[in-house]
């Protein structure tokens, strides 16, 4: 076999990882300590409550707060300790991490004041990582990279976490942090305060408690935008579907500082645009009218097997490092850029010696360029993992749902505004499978209780999943766009 199968055969097993969830503003409000095993609540402006995977579906009177499952005990990770150069923060340094910076001036006189935008492992030098050897070295000094907003300003720094010392690095000379994930909550029911906005709503007798609004990247656009971090917010009416986004409320754009919360301007130019009807929009098993073929049962389709192999053929050693098949690499969940695979290797079979193949790898920027100069999108960019975070934006793989009964499931651990770390269960699973299967499960994240995949499932696998999986709350995969 030659090194490039090998290496389709090594991305085939990481990437069908079933990997994270893509979700623009699947946002949550964090808690302030760590709880792996509570559902956090919050409650909008509006006074509804929503689970903390979909608020901002919670918008204006909508949304009911949800009882989780029962869970199995899932680990605390407070006690983990990193073990290879390239692990990521574990929840210890986090915290120290805070501390560290909340004592720092001119942070310590009003640490309150801080925001944590991120905060992640500062890696070490690649000449560094590839020359340790584990059982022989030590590991190289742990430190931490922080992109941090105080009163208006931006700050990048080098926190040490054994030396507690913070060394400032130059800022950007444009530009600004992605979205955290409390802003990208709270923006989306900022343009309900706006009594312009609500009268714009009126005339289109479109009801309050079906309008979601989502924070959209503006990207740049001349010097009028210098000097603010500003937002623009688009809605939908979610009347009679899940699959809002073809319900757009067409023309009706609001400017928000996101600093502020503050709407500066809301523009109307659709007020003659329909809204589109609801009909045969919801893709739901179930609530679109079956065509012909799937109606007298012609497309009938065989579920996978979800059973494991005779042997797990891969081997996850100390919480982050793969072994397959003489391939062996490291593999963690990052907020920014979701999954990184780093040191990929493959064992040479003639020398036994371990050749390089990939240092580092994972998902680039997804940047969707609409090329409408129209008012409502000339400006929309969705740079994906800038603007809002792959990783951030990812929900729980669901086991048996989206991952076999054999796969291995990682955690991340993550930073709130606040700087406390909080953890994201089964963020990552790693199973072996053959090409070909099927590897996707899609929704459009606000609603609730919607779970599409490809192809349609027969009633009877629906039913054995749900009875059969351990966590059936439905926490889902990927927007569509």
């Known amino acids: 076999m030659d090194l490039s199968t090998c290496l389709l055969r090594l991305l085939t097993l990481a990437l069908g990882a079933a990997l994270v969830v893509l979700v623009v503003c699947s946002a949550i409000r964090l808690p302030g300590s760590i709880d792996t095993t509570k559902t956090a609540l919050f409650v909008d402006g509006a006074g509804g409550s929503c689970t903390r995977f979909l608020p901002w579906a919670c918008s204006q009177g909508r949304g009911q707060p949800r009882s989780k499952p029962s869970m199995p005990p ?80 931006s700050h990048v720094l080098v926190v040490d976490l054994a030396e507690g010392t913070v060394t400032p690095l130059p800022a950007p000379a444009s530009g600004y942090p992605m979205m955290s994930i409390d802003e990208q909550s709270i923006l989306c029911f900022a343009p309900f305060k706006d009594a312009a906005f609500i009268a714009s709503l009126r005339r289109r007798g479109v009801r309050m408690s079906d309008v979601t609004c989502l924070p959209l990247s503006l990207g740049w656009y001349g010097p009028a935008e210098e000097n603010r971090r500003l937002i623009k917010s688009q809605c939908f009416s979610t009347e009679g579907t899940a ?46 009218k079956p065509t012909a073929e799937q109606e007298f049962g012609f497309q009938k389709v065989r579920a996978p097997s979800m059973e494991p192999p005779d042997w797990p053929g891969f081997e996850l050693v100390d919480g982050h490092t793969v072994q397959w098949g003489g391939w062996e690499f490291h593999l963690k969940a990052d907020a920014r850029a979701g999954m990184v695979v780093s040191r990929a290797r ?48 990812a ?47 899609h929704s459009e994240s606000p609603i609730t209780g919607l779970d599409v995949s490809a192809p349609p499932y027969p009633d009877s696998f629906v039913a054995w999943r749900l009875d059969d999986t351990v966590d059936v709350a439905r926490h889902f995969a990927t927007r569509g766009r």
């Open 346 to 393: 493959v064992q040479d079979p003639a020398t036994g010696e371990h050749r390089e193949v990939l240092y580092k790898g994972m998902p680039s920027e997804l940047f969707v360029p609409y090329m409408d100069p129209t008012e409502a999108w000339y400006f929309k960019t969705y740079m994906d993992a800038g603007e809002y975070g792959f990783g951030l934006q």
């Open 74 to 153: 899932r680990p605390s990770h407070e006690s983990d300790v990193p073990r290879h150069p390239l692990d990521p923060l574990t929840v210890a340094e986090v915290n120290r991490a805070r501390e560290v910076l909340r004592a720092h001036l001119p942070f310590s006189s009003a640490p309150s004041s801080l925001v944590v935008h991120s905060l992640d492992l500062d890696e070490p030098d690649k000449s560094v990582v590839r020359r340790w050897r584990k059982g022989a070295d030590p590991l190289p000094p742990r430190g931490a990279i922080a992109i941090v907003r105080f009163r208006g300003e």
């Open 243 to 288: 699959n809002f986004y073809m319900r757009p409320i067409e023309g009706l754009t609001v400017l928000i500082d996101m600093d502020t919360r503050e709407v500066l301007h809301v523009s109307d130019r659709g007020a003659g645009i329909p809204i589109p009807a609801a009909a045969n929009t919801d893709y739901r098993h179930g609530y679109s």
């Open 395 to 441: 929900m729980p793989l669901v086991p048996l749902n989206d991952c076999p009964r054999h796969a291995r499931y990682l955690d991340a651990v993550f930073v709130a505004a606040n700087g406390r770390p909080y953890v994201r269960e089964n963020m990552i699973c790693v199973f072996e499978r053959y090409a070909g299967d099927i590897a996707w499960r």
